[in-house]
């Protein structure tokens, strides 16, 4: 009788860690937000290896640009593929992963057909595309051209090619050549982070460590990707 209660409570521990072992994998699993947009497929591959890499089964939601951060705000995703810095302080509830994943640049994007200054930036008459990734530069350089924002997906390249605007604000964060369609004037360099929820706050020393690995190579593959387009 003493045997057969031990072999039952034995295979009925075993079940039970098992089990516990189930729900733990089960668990480990990460809903990561990003914007559709020229390059970015080099940063969702990024970051999805990231967290792969460390043991978790990786969700990749596309979402418009702010409902992404609202998104992670309140916790509905785990994390963002990547943002700049400005963006995300507007966000209590977001952290900003160090180190930069790129430092890109700013830019006047322009058809060329028009005029090509920096000084269209300030022009009340001029319509200027800009999406909200960037909108905090807008205010710092106290652009007064009226401003026209991307709705859902579509992003302010198709609309610039579609001539919906003679103008557009817009990050370059690798060394794609945009000057075959546009002219193009540089207006201020700036750095792009992968963002994460704060209740992930304790896996943030891991998450950097891995992102500092996979960078080199991520930094190669994405300037001759874009050096190819």
Request: glycine share 4%.
């Amino acid at each position: 009788m003493k045997i057969f209660l031990l072999s039952a409570i034995g295979v009925w521990l075993f079940a039970s860690g098992a089990w516990a072992i189930s729900q733990s994998v089960d668990d480990k699993k990460m809903t990561i937000s990003y914007v559709v947009y020229p390059q970015v497929e080099g940063y969702v591959a990024l970051i999805k290896d990231v967290y792969t890499e460390l043991g978790f089964k990786v969700t990749m939601l596309s979402t418009p640009s702010t409902r992404g951060l609202i998104l992670l705000n309140e916790g509905e995703v785990d994390a963002d593929v990547v943002r700049v810095r400005r963006t995300v302080e507007q966000y209590p509830n977001a952290i900003l992963v160090e180190p930069a994943l790129k430092i890109g640049k700013l830019v006047l994007l322009c058809r060329k057909d028009v005029t090509c200054e920096a000084s269209i930036l300030h022009s009340k008459n001029e319509v200027l595309l800009s999406s909200d990734a960037v909108a905090p530069y807008l205010t710092e350089l106290k652009v007064s051209a009226r401003i026209v924002k991307p709705q859902g997906t579509v992003n302010v390249i198709d609309m610039l090619k579609a001539k919906r605007a003679d103008y557009a604000f817009f990050l370059i964060d690798g060394q794609i050549d945009f000057t075959q369609d546009f002219h193009m004037v540089n207006i201020q360099e700036i750095s792009v982070f992968h963002v994460i929820h704060k209740k992930h706050a304790a896996m943030l020393p891991l998450i950097q460590q891995k992102i500092i690995e996979k960078l080199p190579g991520f930094n190669a593959q994405f300037d001759k990707n874009s050096l190819n387009k």
